[in-house]
C-alpha cells in the first residue's frame, strides 16, 4: 500500500466511525472552549478502543513522515491515533530505532497538547527512553511554563515506578507542589498513587513532609486508595 493510500485508508476507517455526538461530548469533556487548557482543538467523535485498533493493525506499515502528518493534524483524534502507532513502533525496535523515535517526539512536542495525549504516550516513549540515561531533559521541562511539558516530566517517571524507581517522581513532585493548574495537581497525585501501589511505606515519607501544602485535588488523587480512616485523616491534616 502506498502512502497516500494508506493515509487515505486510515482516514476513511476513522471518519467512518466519526459521531457528531460523541465529538460534541469531547469538546466539552477536554475544555475546548475560549480559555480553557484545550482551547480551539478539534474533534470527529472516533473513541479510543477503535483507535487503538487502527494503530495495531497498520503502525508497521506507516513511516515517520506519514506519521508527522497526523501528529500535526488539527484533529484531535488524528495526533492521538498517531501516538499510539508511535508507542507500538517504539515498543518494537532495536536502539537506534527507540533513538530516533525519541528524537521524533521531541521534535513535534508542541501537538502533543492535552492532557490525554500526553498520558498516552509519555511514558512508554519518553520514560522509557530515559531510563537509562540521564533525565535533566524532564528537569527542563518542568521548569517552563508549558503546561504540556511540566505533564509530560511527571508522567513519564510512570516507567520508572513501574520498574520501582521513585526519586525523580518525589522530585519532579516537590517542584510541581505549588503550580496553579489542576491537571498537574491530578498527574502528580496519580503518579503518587503509583509510588504507592508499589511501595506504600515509600508514598507515606513524601507524604507526611508534604501533604499539608499540596493542593487538596493533588492530595485526593494521591491518597485515593487508602483505606478510609487513614484518608480522612490526612484531609483533616491529623497525620503528624
Known amino acids: 500500500m502506498n502512502e497516500i493510500n494508506l493515509l487515505q485508508t486510515i482516514i476513511a476507517a476513522l471518519n467512518e466511525q466519526a459521531s457528531a455526538e460523541k465529538a460534541q461530548h469531547h469538546f466539552r469533556f477536554f475544555k475546548t472552549g475560549p480559555g480553557e487548557y484545550g482551547e480551539g482543538d478539534k474533534f470527529i467523535g472516533v473513541n479510543v ?136 495537581h491530578k498527574a502528580v497525585g496519580w503518579m503518587l498513587r503509583e509510588v504507592g501501589n508499589r511501595n506504600k511505606d515509600a508514598e507515606m515519607v513524601f507524604l507526611l513532609k508534604h501533604y499539608r501544602q499540596m493542593p487538596r485535588t493533588m492530595l485526593r488523587y494521591a491518597i485515593e486508595k487508602f483505606d478510609e480512616d487513614l484518608r480522612q485523616q490526612f484531609l483533616k491534616g491529623q497525620i503528624k
Open 49 to 184: 478502543p477503535f483507535q487503538r485498533k487502527i494503530a495495531k493493525k497498520y503502525f508497521r506499515d506507516i513511516n515517520l513522515s506519514e506519521l508527522e502528518q497526523f501528529l500535526r493534524n488539527e484533529i484531535h483524534e488524528y495526533r492521538s491515533i498517531a501516538l499510539f502507532m508511535l508507542c507500538y513502533k517504539f515498543e518494537k525496535a532495536n536502539e537506534p530505532g527507540r533513538s530516533l523515535i525519541a528524537d521524533f517526539y521531541l521534535n513535534n512536542i508542541s501537538f502533543i497538547n492535552n492532557w490525554d495525549l500526553v498520558d498516552a504516550s509519555a511514558p512508554n516513549i519518553l520514560g522509557c527512553y530515559l531510563f537509562d540515561k540521564n533525565r535533566d531533559l524532564l528537569y527542563e521541562f518542568v521548569h517552563t511554563n508549558d503546561l504540556w511539558k511540566q505533564r509530560i516530566a511527571i508522567i513519564s517517571t510512570f516507567y520508572f515506578i513501574r520498574c520501582g524507581q521513585f526519586d525523580d517522581t518525589f522530585k519532579i513532585s516537590e517542584i510541581l507542589l505549588y503550580h496553579p493548574h489542576d491537571l498537574i
